[in-house]
């Protein structure tokens, strides 16, 4: 008995799987790598470690040992095996044994669905694995059209590079890798006879784990070439005589979290973003994209020192961030994300699977930084400029809006009174900044720290989270927009805040009052080096070049003769620069932003632990109870002149 194609082809027309032949290399699942602004690769990221290679990069032996163990007739069928198809057609009909009878072709049919077009599927896939004479006729019948289409090359290139070793290794390239060390095309007779081999169960012929079954497999493979007239009886000896030679498996970790500490975060706001402009969680796990970050390995490390000398990865309950932005007029590039914490899942290492860096994850806020918000409003509005004295008691009580209780407030501190508002930007003082608020109108500083950068904190609730319809808690169901419409506390920074936002409100003010979304990528491409296209954020007008460089002038004595000097004295800092400090009551989190040179930066300190308290200065810093605590200017400031010192130099 024969079987001829149109024979295959009969009944089975509706279940058809159409597979384009031209498509079988363009859609395979391949490795992501993200590297720096430089192209050095920082992760990499995929569900199948496979690596596509064209066939001139695959060597000789491992298309022989392949040929010979699978389908010794390769290349004289046409994609079936008429008397292998006649055979399991036969048994199956009758209800004897299942049979095998699968060419190459067939294979690379079953193994792109399995393994491709429904590796998510589940319930396909099991019904692409079924041993049903279905199944095996709808396979047929795509073999037989992808020989009319594709040479006998193409085919076993892409079934090479298709199928599955172990684990998340897919395709012979990347086995090479995993399994010697190699590539595909510099493979041995008994390293090709191995994998060939692994093929067929890649479970029962794992080197690793059953090795006597693998080197028994390769050896039955290294006879089959011998067979098959691919190699000559000296060559089959010493192929079985040489050891198994695997190493590793040699697996590159398939998530952000193998990045290197200073990284890590980085690595995972890249994928965020892109997702969020447009490329699919598809596209970036499985796509084989290169992502070329702006991220500058030299500022980034220079960073993850300064922030791990002030406080080191595991010390309990307290983190520190550092967000560096490069300022500019089209774009505002990110240099490094970092934090003393590192990316990953093992807390009691120090480590978080929260980006610290780019969420609102300061949930105490910035304290007195909140203060260049009223003061652009103010400049802005012509409420008050650098040289207006500002009334300045000690304490004042402030009204409230639709409240018979006044907002009492004091300053922590001996302040003159009145205060010029540059002496007041240089020394935070809180009464003076409130009642400046006040003549602004509360509305209008709320609305200029969106403006300036706050825009993802902004939308977010009071607890730092995207606001609730269904609590009725004002704090829980309001953006921060909305809840601090009227709360004079606004100013004083109480209120929780995203590092990498509070660092690109000094880049908005250095780039002439622009303000650009934080962008962590330069590039995206595909596997073929072709762009990616993906929905980058714009820049816009935020506040005046006239405010802008105003407030900066007023933002330029804090390290001079404001709450930063002594620690900018202790660094031996000279440069000129601007910034400005902020400690929040009950000193649970402080902070400093500022901007030097082409670099805008914040540095946070906030306790993050289960049960947080006060910050408290020292080596390191810690959660304890030390009086008054640790401010921005003594803590918070000290990575910031550290990390600037190492990248620009003393």
């Not at 509360?442 to 200029?448: D, R, S, T």
């Not at 002594?566 to 000129?576: D, E, I």
């Not at 030097?596 to 049960?611: I, M, Q, T, W």
């Not at 006060?614 to 990390?643: D, N």
Request: aromatic share 6%.
């Amino acid at each position: 008995m024969t079987i001829s194609a149109g024979v295959v082809a009969a009944d089975v027309s509706d279940s058809v799987v159409r597979i384009a032949p031209a498509s079988i290399s363009k859609d395979l699942p391949g490795v992501t790598t993200v590297t720096d602004r430089d192209g050095t690769p920082i992760a990499t990221v995929f569900d199948q470690y496979r690596i596509a290679v064209t066939g001139d990069k695959i060597s000789a032996a491992m298309k022989n040992a392949v040929v010979s163990i699978e389908d010794r007739r390769f290349y004289q069928e046409h994609g079936i095996d008429p008397k292998g198809v006649a055979r399991a057609a036969i048994s199956d009909a009758t209800g004897g044994d299942h049979q095998g009878g699968s060419t190459i072709t067939q294979q690379l049919v079953k193994n792109y669905l399995i393994n491709v077009a429904d590796k998510d599927n589940p319930a396909a896939q099991a019904a692409d694995r079924a041993d049903t004479l279905t199944r095996k006729m709808r396979e047929a019948r795509s073999a037989i059209e992808l020989d009319k289409h594709l040479s006998k090359d193409e085919i076993l290139t892409d079934y090479l590079n298709v199928v599955e070793f172990t684990g998340k290794i897919y395709g012979v390239e990347a086995a090479a890798r995993a399994y010697f060390g190699t590539t595909a095309d510099k493979l041995t007779v008994p390293q090709a006879a191995l994998l060939a081999g692994m093929v067929n169960n890649p479970t029962t012929f794992n080197p690793y784990t059953k090795p006597v079954n693998a080197q028994h497999r390769r050896d039955m493979v290294i006879d089959a070439m011998l067979a098959n007239k691919a190699i000559d009886a000296q060559t089959a000896a010493q192929a079985k005589a040489a050891p198994l030679g695997v190493t590793g498996p040699n697996v590159p970790s398939s998530t952000c979290y193998s990045a290197q500490p200073d990284a890590g975060f980085f690595c995972q706001y890249a994928l965020t973003y892109l997702q969020q402009a447009g490329i699919s969680q598809e596209q970036l796990t499985n796509g084989g994209l290169t992502i070329k970050t702006t991220m500058d390995s030299k500022v980034s490390a220079a960073a993850k020192n300064a922030v791990d000398a002030n406080v080191p990865t595991k010390q309990p309950g307290v983190a520190n961030t550092m967000a560096i932005v490069s300022p500019g007029s089209t774009s505002h590039e990110i240099l490094a994300l970092v934090a003393n914490r590192t990316l990953g899942t093992d807390a009691s290492q120090g480590q978080t699977t929260r980006n610290l860096v780019t969420e609102v994850s300061d949930p105490f806020g910035s304290g007195s930084v909140f203060k260049i918000f009223t003061a652009a409003a103010a400049l802005e509005s012509g409420t008050a400029t650098l040289d207006t004295q500002l009334p300045n008691p000690p304490s004042q009580c402030f009204p409230v809006p639709g409240n018979r209780n006044c907002y009492t407030v004091h300053n922590d501190g001996n302040y003159s009174d009145p205060i010029s508002l540059t002496n007041g930007l240089a020394t935070s003082p809180n009464t003076a900044f409130v009642g400046l608020e006040q003549q602004v109108g509360v509305p209008a500083v709320v609305a200029m720290a969106s403006r300036l950068g706050l825009r993802t904190t902004m939308q977010s609730n009071a607890a730092g989270q995207k606001p609730d319809p269904n609590s009725n808690d004002p704090q829980r169901n309001q953006s921060q927009t909305q809840y601090f419409q009227d709360k004079p506390s606004f100013t004083l920074g109480n209120s929780p805040v995203s590092p990498l936002e509070l660092a690109n409100v000094p880049a908005t003010l250095m780039s002439g009052g622009i303000w650009c979304a934080p962008t962590p990528v330069l590039s995206v491409t595909d596997a073929a080096g072709n762009p990616v296209s993906y929905q980058a954020s714009g820049c816009e007008q935020a506040i005046s070049s006239d405010v802008a460089s105003t407030l900066m002038t007023g933002l330029s004595q804090d390290t001079v003769s404001g709450t930063t000097a002594a620690s900018a004295h202790a660094a031996g800092w000279t440069r000129p620069d601007i910034g400005k400090t902020g400690t929040t009551q009950t000193n649970q989190s402080v902070a400093f932003v500022g901007g030097v040179d082409r670099y805008a930066v914040s540095s946070l300190v906030f306790a993050d632990g289960n049960k947080p308290g006060q910050l408290c200065p020292g080596t390191p810093v810690h959660i304890g109870s030390c009086g008054h605590g640790a401010f921005g200017g003594t803590v918070a400031a000290p990575p910031y002149f550290k990390a600037m010192q190492a990248i620009l130099g003393r």
